[in-house]
């Protein structure tokens, strides 16, 4: 079994570079298999959650090749297989986006309901609202989603929640559609402007994505392409955090600074510099940091993938904070872990209330999802003494090499397998 051990309280200094959007890259590469060409995709995150996506998608018939420096190919001409087991994607969330992938090309799909991360109700409601709008029958039975349809056509959608999810597979339902689909009230996160760029540079016609009404001409085909996903919003976000909690100096590379507005703001309230540049973000944080509230909400609100990361580092601000999560009803499970390193937060309903406190201390603890897991590795790098963090299997969904990122701006952190290794870190880390 796999843990992460860190020795906290060293600020982290120096550039760390972000690498390609997990959650663009599960939506860009379910929508290649809708062209028969070949489609090369660069800047694929080596992790988890696309590895499973990427075997889900071989096992459709359609050709997979893993190349050098994070590039995939897919082509979608061998499709023959419509049906996604429930083994093949029990642990992601994204395996949804096949079914609007694979009910726009071949018109039937098959696929399990979707895993993911364990952070409330995560009702489909909203995509088969879709589907069923632009013509497919859909029913849920024995675990699968199945959808079917003769034609499928144009249609005006207006969505009841904002959905990334609902928006992306609509559009990918759309795509090959008869004619003419609105989605209105549509989400407007990077991810959803990444995978109507990525489509439309395979022959797609997607006009306002990033706005809350996308307007899709259905075409005939798609063609071959050759694309580059955006940089990871939470990821850079994530990095950006542990800067602040560690009083670092850290400037993060590779990245949209638009797509950060949300997350420097409120860095900033909390009274650490932000400087912009034009593809990176210098966080410094000298000054002790200052409470402040925060709300979680579609974009361009703050991220709730990254809610547990800013509630670890507001539980060391001076003062009282409030977190409100706005998305999803059930994503403070984490905050036990960090009551055992300190801290000191109530969960009423969907606030935490958060006094802050002088310093964690370093306990071992289990990381109950991704970015909860993120959370905890904060608070262990600003923390007194050891902490040792369990089941990675969620931080290895969203994260690639993740402790090498942190060991090159300065952190002591190892990823340890035995009591030996424990042992090894602990005496290296001691002076
Ligand atoms: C793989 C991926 O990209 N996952 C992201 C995606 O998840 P996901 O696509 O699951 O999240 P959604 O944006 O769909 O969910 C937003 C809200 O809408 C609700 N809802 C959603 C669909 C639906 O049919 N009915 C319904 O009620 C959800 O329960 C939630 O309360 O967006 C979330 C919100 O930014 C992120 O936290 C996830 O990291
Ligand atoms: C919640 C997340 O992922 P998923 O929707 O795949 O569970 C996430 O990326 O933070």
Not at 40 to 54: G, K, Q
Not at 73 to 92: P, R, T
Not at 213 to 229: F, R, S
Not at 241 to 253: C, N, Q
């Amino acid at each position: 079994m796999e843990q992460l051990i860190i020795r906290g309280k060293k600020p982290l200094t120096g550039e760390v570079y972000i690498n390609g959007a997990k959650n663009a890259a599960l939506g860009v590469l379910a929508a290649a298999i809708l062209s028969d060409e070949d489609c090369i995709i660069e800047n694929i995150p080596n992790v988890n959650d696309i590895n499973v996506l990427l075997q889900a998608i071989s096992k459709t018939g359609a050709k997979v090749e893993k190349m050098k420096n994070h590039k995939v190919k897919i082509n979608g001409k061998g499709v023959s297989s419509f049906s996604i087991d429930y083994e093949s994607i029990k642990k992601i969330r994204a395996s949804y986006y096949l079914l609007g992938a694979l009910l726009g090309k071949y018109k039937k799909a098959e696929v399990a309901l979707p895993g993911g991360c364990n952070i409330g109700n995560r009702p489909i409601d909203q995509h088969i609202k879709g589907f069923e709008a632009l013509g497919a029958t859909v029913k849920v039975e024995h675990g699968m989603i199945i959808a079917e349809a003769k034609e499928l056509k144009g249609a005006n959608i207006y969505l009841d929640v904002v959905s990334v999810g609902a928006t992306i597979n609509i559009m990918l339902a759309a795509i090959l559609a008869n004619g003419t689909t609105i989605i209105e009230n549509s989400a407007k996160e990077p991810h959803i402007v990444d995978v109507a760029n990525f489509l439309n540079s395979m022959g797609a016609d997607i006009k306002g994505a990033g706005t809350d009404v996308i307007k899709i001409n259905g075409v005939e085909k798609l063609h071959k392409t050759e694309y580059m996903i955006i940089p990871d919003q939470i990821e850079a976000g994530t990095f950006m955090l542990a800067a602040a909690i560690t009083g670092g100096d850290v400037t993060v590379k590779s990245i949209i600074p638009k797509h950060m507005e949300a997350i420097s703001a409120k860095l900033q309230e909390m009274g650490v510099t932000i400087e912009e540049q034009d593809e990176a973000i210098r966080v410094i944080a000298k000054e002790p940091l200052k409470s402040t509230h925060v709300k979680t909400l579609p974009y361009p609100g703050f991220p709730t993938d990254m809610q547990p990361q800013m509630t670890a580092v507001l539980c060391t601000a001076n003062g009282t904070s409030v977190m409100t999560e706005s998305i999803f009803e059930n994503r403070f499970r984490y905050i036990d872990e960090l009551s055992r390193m300190g801290a000191n937060v109530k969960v009423e309903g969907n606030t935490a209330i958060i006094d802050g406190i002088n310093s964690y201390s370093g306990a071992e603890v289990s990381a109950p999802d991704l970015r909860a897991g993120a959370a905890l590795i904060l608070a262990g790098l600003a923390a007194d003494g050891i902490t040792i963090i369990n089941q990675l299997e969620y931080i290895d969904r969203g994260y690639e090499n993740i402790e090498d990122k942190f060991i090159a701006i300065g952190a002591d952190i190892a990823r340890v397998s035995n009591e030996k290794e424990i042992k090894k870190f602990k005496l290296k880390t001691c002076s």
